[in-house]
């Protein structure tokens, strides 16, 4: 995805996008958070309560609760979840 989006944690909180890609065969989701700071990006989504449903676009996910990456990347914050 390259268009900006918002993702819509298990909360209902929202935060901007533009790279959310699934991958269930592995099980992996790949994201990138824009618009904040690194701390609070690991803060969110290192949260299983946050994460066990996330929402972008047509994509709903269940389960991507363990954080296995985490970097700055350009104006945004690279995100590797896995269940």
């Given at each position: 995805?390259?268009?900006?989006?918002k993702i819509?944690?298990?909360?209902?909180?929202?935060?901007?996008?533009?790279?959310?890609?699934?991958?269930?065969?592995?099980?992996?989701?790949?994201l990138?958070?824009?618009n904040?700071?690194?701390?609070?990006?690991?803060?969110?989504?290192?949260?299983?309560?946050?994460?066990?449903?996330?929402?972008?676009?047509?994509?709903?996910?269940?389960?991507y609760?363990?954080?296995?990456?985490?970097?700055?990347?350009?104006?945004?914050?690279?995100?590797?979840?896995?269940?």
């Open positions: 995805m390259t268009t900006m989006n819509i944690t298990a909360s209902g909180d929202t935060y901007d996008t533009d790279y959310f890609v699934v991958m269930p065969n592995l099980p992996i989701c790949y990138r958070v824009l904040l700071p690194l701390d609070r990006v690991r803060e969110v989504f290192s949260n299983p309560k946050e994460t066990s449903c996330l929402i972008c676009g047509d994509k709903k996910i269940f389960g609760i363990k954080l296995k990456d985490i970097f700055q990347e350009g104006d945004g914050v690279k995100v590797m979840l896995k269940k």
